[in-house]
């Protein structure tokens, strides 16, 4: 982890992700209200999509969830973006 990497990755969370998780990331961004279910709220660290028997996502699980989107919810694909910005 670099400032550098750091700074793109919040960027973008801001741009892309804040909407609905919220600036925090517990889920009570500004249009949270309109979605069922709610957006996962990251400072719970409770993950749907993993691969662990403990329920603790890998760097790949997570990728994977970004890429691919949330089946049954409203989060969608974020495949269209650079792989870079996935990581």
Known sequence: M???LFETGRQLYAKQCATCHGVT???DGPAAYLLYPKPRDFTTGTFALVS???RVP???DLFRTISR???GSAMPSWGHLPVDDRW
């Open 2 to 4: 670099t400032p550098a």
């Open 25 to 27: 990331g517990a889920g």
């Open 52 to 54: 662990t028997w403990d």
């Open 58 to 60: 890998t760097d790949e």
């Open 69 to 71: 989107g949330m089946p």
